[in-house]
């Protein structure tokens, strides 16, 4: 009888080991994706973290020069590109292209309080709310795949009640976020 209680004992100790070794092992990847980046001294998949913090690179549009250095980063990188520009709508279709990581939104030129040199389509504090709207829609069309839009040189627009209660609605007509 001895013998058998001994036995029963040390299958238990052996079954809560084991279950204690399964339930803290490191979990493993379910599927590897093939948009996926993968670390090249770890040769494991980068995911997206699940944090807080967005890095945003603005004022694309003017050129394509640099492009290619955002990929190499391999981390979650949204890119905001100024509208109707000669390689805004290139960029937004570069950056969709090279996977499930980067975010382009839309670098909306909005009117400044230092007078600086205004972009083509830049929405002014003296426009009616109808040429506010169209402007603004014209600049979200140029620019395909934007989940959002931020402020280009915007201070003097981004005070003014008015002109943000427009561009506020319209994009939230058209579900497209505006982080600032």
């Given at each position: 009888m001895?013998k058998?209680?001994?036995?029963?004992?040390?299958?238990?100790?052996?079954?809560?080991?084991?279950?204690?070794?399964?339930?803290?092992r490191?979990s493993k990847?379910?599927?590897?994706?093939?948009?996926?980046?993968?670390?090249?001294?770890?040769?494991?998949?980068?995911?997206?973290?699940?944090?807080?913090v967005?890095?945003?690179?603005?004022?694309?549009?003017y050129?394509?020069?640099?492009?290619?250095?955002?990929?190499?980063?391999?981390?979650?990188?949204?890119?905001?590109?100024?509208?109707?520009?000669?390689y805004?709508?290139?960029?937004?279709?570069?950056?969709k292209?090279?996977g499930?990581?980067y975010?382009?939104?839309?670098h909306?030129?909005?009117?400044?309080?230092?007078?600086?040199?205004?972009?083509?389509?830049?929405i002014?504090?003296?426009?009616?709310?109808?040429e506010?709207?169209?402007?603004?829609?014209?600049?979200?069309?140029?620019?395909p795949?934007i989940?959002?839009?931020?402020?280009?040189?915007?201070?003097?627009?981004?005070e003014?009640e008015?002109?943000?209660?427009?561009?506020l609605n319209?994009?939230?007509k058209k579900?497209?976020?505006?982080?600032g």
């Open positions: 001895k058998y209680i001994s036995l029963i004992v040390v299958a238990i100790i052996v079954a809560v080991f084991g279950l204690i070794f399964l339930l803290n490191p990847p379910t599927s590897k994706s093939k948009s996926e980046p993968i670390n090249e001294s770890t040769s494991k998949p980068i995911s997206k973290p699940k944090g807080l967005a890095f945003v690179i603005d004022d694309w549009g050129n394509r020069n640099n492009i290619d250095l955002v990929f190499q980063i391999q981390r979650p990188i949204t890119i905001s590109i100024l509208p109707n520009l000669h805004s709508k290139a960029i937004a279709e570069t950056v292209e090279n499930e990581m975010d382009v939104i839309l909306l030129p909005l009117e400044s309080d230092r007078n600086m040199a205004a972009e083509v389509d830049t002014r504090c003296n426009m009616e709310e109808d506010i709207s169209s402007v603004l829609q014209k600049d979200i069309e140029s620019i795949g989940i959002g839009v931020s402020s280009h040189q915007g201070s003097k627009a981004t003014d008015r002109v943000m209660e427009v561009v319209e994009l939230k579900k497209i976020i505006f982080p």
